[in-house]
């Protein structure tokens, strides 16, 4: 049962315009989300956080909105670039914070930016 | 180091052999992960250590799955008699204790024949 979705395994955006990536939530202990982004052949990257106290979060071109009522929580990267293609990883923590529970992760979104 | 290192980065082995795989996190992170990515799939925790303590091994998808860490640097996750469904991108993440971003290595992609 995956507690943590991305129901797009794909995205394409054209260079310049919005990128919207979005990750549902079953397990209402979740308190604190995150995003990673990850290259071919490399690690995934942290990228930006967001606490269940927030509902947004912003960091440069990167901001990550939480509606907790709907358990969703969305990506927004403005203007895309390039250098955003990759696969992005939704990921929740409990209250342990992210100790011996781990972070669970979705299944990842790649996104393409299209020239 | 500057950041966290895995060896090997590829491994190729026959069903039926052990096999060891290595994570050497950021110097001063006392709190380690690994994680494992089958095709497809997302990212499967599969234990913590705090230092050179693993409070729940639960995680481990069998018994033929162990992991260990000495000095509170290096760990080592071993893979008995391995099966193909163990096939997957094996990864190790270190942090300092009580911080949610978590360093990542690039992985041991064990490919089970």
């Known amino acids: 049962d995956q507690q943590v979705k991305q129901n797009s395994p794909s995205l394409s955006v054209q260079e310049g315009r919005i990128s919207i990536l979005n990750c549902d939530y079953t397990?209402?202990?979740?308190?604190?989300f995150l995003w990673y982004k990850k290259y071919p052949a490399e690690g995934p990257t942290f990228l930006i956080s967001i606490s269940s106290i927030k509902d947004k979060n912003e960091d440069g071109r990167f901001t990550v909105f939480l509606n907790k009522s709907a358990k969703h929580l969305s990506l927004h990267i403005v203007p895309s670039q390039p250098g955003d293609s990759a696969v992005y990883f939704c990921a929740a923590s409990g209250a342990s914070g992210g100790g011996a529970d781990g972070l669970t992760f979705g299944k990842g979104t790649h996104l393409i930016i299209q020239p | 180091g500057a950041g966290v290192s895995q060896s090997p980065s590829n491994k190729v082995t026959e069903k039926g052999k052990d096999v060891e795989l290595r994570c050497d996190p950021i110097?001063?992170?006392?709190?380690l992960y690994w994680y494992r990515q089958s095709l497809g799939q997302g990212l499967e925790f599969l234990i913590y250590?705090?230092?050179?303590?693993?409070?729940?091994k639960s995680g481990l998808p069998s018994d033929r799955f162990s992991a260990e860490r000495t000095g509170g640097s290096v760990s080592t996750l071993t893979i008995q008699r391995t099966q193909q469904e163990d096939s997957a991108v094996y990864l190790c993440a270190s942090s300092l204790v009580g911080a949610y971003g978590y360093t990542f290595g690039s992985g041991t992609r064990l490919t089970v024949v």
């Open positions: 397990n209402s202990m979740f308190d604190y």
């Open positions: 250590f705090q230092g050179n303590s693993a409070p729940d």
């Open positions: 110097s001063g992170h006392t709190a």
